[in-house]
């Protein structure tokens, strides 16, 4: 079956540096790729995805970078704000004849520094 | 614009108790899960439903139950807590394959 990683699992940046987030999946029918944040006491929210047939995805101060040759996709974070401090958690999705299958990674700890 | 409703929010039960954690979705979604979240770790899947009267095991599904007797409610149940089931539960829902998972706010739960 699907297997996702993900690193690191907790990162630390100063406010309007850069954080990166990668991911890496198994299985090569993975076909979108979502990225949630979820913030202190709440349940995770969507803020990018992509889909197999992108390499890449912007919005705003948010990216995605998926590369399949590699099974790997990132998510980019610049002019970090406080505020972006959250867990992240990356996942892969595919359809088969039963249904939609979806694996999530661990998460990753964010922490931006003022 | 209510989207995936978990209730309660918070709850303390004690040792062999059993409840009930309601989930509700008003988007018209086929598929519906139940996830639990313990501290500091990630999303582990307990049971999901792709329809209606559809329900089957995730990878985590001994001490729980649900059912889904309309397109819009997923309620899982838990007979006879114990300690291991302390954590955070959540629901969550999409439409069809690759779409977007939207998740409930969570469900705290103690067993003491």
């Known amino acids: 079956g699907e297997n996702v990683e993900q690193h690191p699992s907790t990162l630390s940046v100063q406010e309007g540096d850069s954080a990166v987030i990668k991911c890496t999946y198994s299985?090569?029918?993975?076909?979108?790729f979502p990225w949630y944040k979820q913030e202190l006491g709440k349940g995770p929210q969507l803020i990018i995805d992509?889909?197999?047939?992108?390499g890449e995805k912007k919005d705003q101060r948010i990216a995605v970078t998926l590369n399949k040759t590699a099974k790997h996709f990132s998510l980019h974070i610049t002019e970090t704000q406080p505020e972006d401090s959250a867990v992240y958690f990356c996942?892969?999705?595919?359809?088969?004849?039963?249904?939609?299958?979806?694996?999530f990674g661990p998460g990753t700890r964010l922490s931006v520094l003022p | 614009n209510a989207g995936v409703t978990q209730t309660p929010k918070f709850r303390i039960l004690k040792i062999g108790q059993s409840m009930t954690l309601q989930c509700t979705q008003d988007?018209?979604?086929?598929?519906m899960y139940w996830y639990r979240q313990d501290p500091g770790m990630g999303l582990k899947l307990i049971y999901y439903?792709?329809?209606?009267?559809?329900?089957d095991k995730g990878e985590v599904p001994n001490g729980y139950n649900v059912s889904r007797s309309t397109t819009e409610d997923f309620p899982l149940r838990l007979e006879l807590a114990a300690p291991s089931q302390t954590s955070v539960y959540f629901c969550?829902?999409?439409?069809?394959?690759?779409?977007?998972?939207?998740f409930g706010e969570g469900s705290w739960l103690t067993v003491v």
């Open positions: 992509i889909r197999s047939n992108v």
């Open positions: 988007m018209n979604h086929n598929y």
């Open positions: 299985d090569s029918a993975s076909n979108y």
């Open positions: 969550a829902s999409t439409v069809v394959s690759g779409n977007t998972i939207y």
């Open positions: 996942a892969a999705i595919w359809a088969d004849n039963y249904g939609q299958n979806f694996v």
């Open positions: 439903s792709v329809g209606a009267g559809i329900t």
